[in-house]
């Protein structure tokens, strides 16, 4: 498990640091689900390419590069965190000019570090991630960001127990283009 985590932390950082001139924002969240909590930064790439044009808005995007933790109030003798890193593509619906309020989604890959956290099983280290949300754009060069995520997290019955969790999550970003 440990040589994976390791070989996993190897792999963000490659990419960090391959990338890094080119990374267009960051991005911090807080998500909470019953007694489970996680803590997450991230860093995105837009796409230049743009769908669906009309009216002044457009589908566009971003790949985001996340990793986080997540804790339980666990009892004795049960996990309580777990180490989360994650790929996701992201599209987004947001107008032309970036600013004003956006809805997205995404489905990604996510490696955790343990299959366990409190009561729950989630059945492998591979896990897929998908999320909706929605936010506003605002400010200088439309730089910031606030949005809500409602994020779920299962390896999609890819191996059995897969209990999944469930995070609703508040999320700030800096865009630096």
């Known amino acids: 498990m440990y040589k994976s985590m390791r070989a996993a932390g190897l792999m963000v950082a490659l ?18 689900e019953g007694g489970h909590e996680m803590v997450r930064a991230a860093v995105q790439w837009q796409w230049q390419k743009r769908w669906l044009a009309s009216g002044g808005r457009y589908v566009g995007g971003y790949w985001e590069v996340s990793a ?3 804790r339980d109030a ?6 309580n965190s777990v180490t ?8 987004r619906w947001q107008s032309d000019d970036l600013r004003g309020v956006y809805v997205e989604g995404g489905i990604g890959a996510h490696f955790i570090s343990r299959t366990a956290l409190g009561g729950k ?3 492998s ?3 897929f991630g998908d999320h909706l949300g929605f936010g506003v754009r605002f400010g200088p060069k439309a ?5 809500y995520r409602f994020q779920h997290i299962s390896n999609a019955d890819i191996k059995k127990p897969n209990d999944g969790i469930d995070f609703h999550q508040i999320r700030l970003q800096y865009w630096f283009r």
């Not at 989360?84 to 599209?91: A, H, I, K, Q």
């Not at 730089?143 to 949005?147: E, K, Q, R």
């Open 15 to 32: 990419m960090l640091s391959a990338a890094a001139q080119a990374v267009d924002g960051v991005a911090f969240e807080l998500g909470k």
């Open 68 to 70: 986080g933790t997540w």
């Open 74 to 79: 666990a009892p004795a003798g049960q996990n």
């Open 84 to 91: 989360d890193f994650g790929l996701t593509p992201v599209f």
């Open 121 to 123: 099983r989630f059945g």
């Open 125 to 127: 280290h591979f896990q």
């Open 143 to 147: 730089a910031y960001d606030l949005g």
